[in-house]
């Protein structure tokens, strides 16, 4: 319910959270090197650049 009601109070720029939005690159190679299929592993890779990208500013 918590996390349901944050669509209310947070625009998801501010809900986004996870290694990409820390700029934690170790967590996300980590992850990264948890995925078997190509495929998936590129598109978790360019999503998680795009986060790190949004972010980047603020760092």
């Not at 690159?25 to 980590?30: C, L, N, Y």
């Not at 992850?31 to 980047?56: C, H, R």
Request: proline residues 5%; without cysteine; aromatic residues 6%.
């Amino acid at each position: 319910i918590e996390t349901a009601k944050k669509i209310e109070e947070l625009s998801p720029y501010e809900a986004q959270t996870g290694p990409g939005r820390r700029n934690d690159k170790d967590t996300s190679k980590s992850l990264e090197g948890l995925i078997g299929d190509p495929i998936q592993k590129d598109i978790f890779a360019l999503v998680t650049k795009s986060i790190e990208n949004t972010y980047d500013q603020e760092l």
